[in-house]
């Protein structure tokens, strides 16, 4: 899965340079075609969830700088008797769920590639409490830009385990080309379609919580 390299060389600038350009016009366009979808989307939302209709969170992206990442809300604010937040299991619904199986729930990032702070192909943006927990090797995700695909996504998204995740961002890191973010768009498109690695079992809705590196 992660023999064959791509490229010997480290990306040159003008390759670079025609990857922020694709990611901003593509951006700018895909917003802009998929305004109709946007509309009905935040509707619903709003309709069955209430407001906010976007979910807000701060992430860290390339070179760890700290950006606001956004995304359609996919779960309810309902609260038990004490007024403590519902398990996310609990608070996630079908509608929500439909949302994470067909990615519509990240068609606001599209917002953050067209401000730069993320890229349509990169490793995906994690918790910022994750930075002081990453070992030196782990750090060099941030590298690079974020995305909203990425290596990891296609090979696995949230069924794979924080090792195997993070050696496939890393892989992505020494590996890129505008080739490969090329093939990655491709095999999102399938993986969408397929609706395939979601979560690691039907009763987790999210990767679980990074809690650092064994020590032994």
């Given amino acids: ?15 670079l340079v025609l990857k922020l350009i694709g990611d901003r016009s593509m951006a700018a366009l895909l917003l802009l075609l998929f305004s109709p979808i946007l509309i009905v989307v935040a509707v619903l939302v709003r309709v069955r969830m209430g407001s906010p209709i976007v979910f807000t969170q701060a992430r860290p992206g ?9 995304k359609f809300r996919t779960m309810t604010s309902d609260c038990d008797a004490e007024g403590n937040l519902l398990s996310d299991e609990e608070r996630l619904i079908p509608l929500g769920q439909f949302f994470r199986k067909a990615s519509l729930d990240e068609l606001p990032q ?8 993320m890229s349509f192909v990169g490793p995906r943006p994690l918790l910022v409490e994750y930075l002081e927990r990453y070992n030196s090797e782990q750090a060099r995700r941030h590298d690079v830009q974020p995305g909203i695909t990425g290596w990891a996504q296609v090979n696995g998204r ?40 979601i979560s690691q079992n039907d009763n987790i809705v999210a990767m679980p919580t990074f809690m650092g590196n064994d020590p032994s």
């Fill in 158 to 197: 949230n069924a794979l385990t924080w090792d195997e995740k993070f050696a496939l961002d890393l892989w992505y890191v020494d590996n890129w080309s505008l080739w490969l973010d090329f093939k990655i768009l491709l095999l999102t498109v399938k993986k969408v379609f397929r609706q395939e690695g």
């Fill in 1 to 15: 899965m992660t023999e064959k390299k791509y490229s010997d060389n480290r990306p040159n600038y003008f390759s």
């Fill in 110 to 117: 599209l917002w953050n590639v067209l401000m730069g702070d």
């Fill in 62 to 70: 390339k070179n760890s700088k700290i950006f606001t990442v956004y």
